[in-house]
């Protein structure tokens, strides 16, 4: 897939490049990542901001230089990271991930102005309900999580499918060497080699984290029995029922 960022702060983005996963991906042919520079696409004078109609503190970015950037790119989908946007979530990421082309925009000051948003941005979505200075880091978020996705991204692709959010629960803890850790072992279930008790412990603890971190999503996803079985344990054991 291919993703476009356009940003005030191209630099932002230069270690994101360099690392993990999203490197991994583009190396791998999954990832086309493009960072330009709002600025370039500015009128003479060179300005990006203005003033707000109707007065008060702060300023708005010029939607001239959004609209030139989005015409000088080949066609996409495109979000603007902003906190008045619709959450990110795993399934907003596995939809994002499935597009073959993401141009993001990235907001700073008090933001775009409105009409910009509304003839060329597809979906605004927000990293959180509290306010960051620039859209960057927001970008930063939702372009790691795709990433991930990608053919390449991960050492081993299948280590995503138990990482939290993948069930729509939480993951479960996971543990490596030493043995014992400040007098902590590791639960003796894990070195039984029994890989459908492992398996039924990792549920049973995934969904132990939820119950007690996020019980909200578990009415969001279909449970099976085997799931009701042990949330019917895990209520006992915790003294919830
Ligand atoms: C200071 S904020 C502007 C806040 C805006 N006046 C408001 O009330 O929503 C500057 C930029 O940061 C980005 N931003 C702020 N909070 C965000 C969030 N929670 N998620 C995604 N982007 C965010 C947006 O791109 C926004 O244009």
């Known amino acids: 897939m291919r993703i476009d960022i356009l940003t005030l702060f191209p630099e932002y983005f230069a270690p994101m490049i360099r690392m993990g996963p999203v490197r991994a991906a583009m190396e791998a042919g999954s990832l086309e990542l493009y960072v330009h520079n709002l600025a370039h696409f500015a009128d003479h004078p060179k300005q990006v901001d203005d003033l707000p109609y109707g007065g008060g503190a702060g300023m708005v970015l010029r939607p001239e230089p959004v609209a030139r950037a989005l015409q000088a790119l080949p066609e996409g989908w495109v979000v603007y990271l902003s906190a008045q946007g619709v959450p990110l979530c795993q399934t907003r990421v596995e939809m994002l991930a499935r597009k073959p082309h993401l141009i993001l925009l990235a907001g700073r000051y008090k933001g775009l ?129």
Do not use: C
């Open 113 to 241: 102005d409105e009409r910009v948003i509304q003839r060329y941005v597809h979906l605004e979505i927000s990293i959180g309900d509290y306010v960051l200075s620039g859209g960057e880091p927001a970008a930063l978020v939702l372009v790691d999580a795709v990433a991930r996705l990608l053919p390449g991204a991960l050492g081993d692709q299948a280590s995503s499918e138990t990482d939290s959010f993948q069930w729509g629960i939480l993951g479960p803890p996971e543990y490596t060497r030493p043995l014992e850790f400040e007098g902590m072992r590791v639960p003796e279930i894990l070195r039984s080699g029994n890989h459908a008790a492992i398996a039924r412990w990792r549920r049973k603890e995934a969904l132990r984290k939820t119950l007690l971190r996020r019980p909200e999503l578990l009415r969001k996803i279909p449970l099976s029995r085997e799931d009701r079985q042990l949330l019917d344990e895990l209520l006992r054991e915790e003294g919830l029922r």
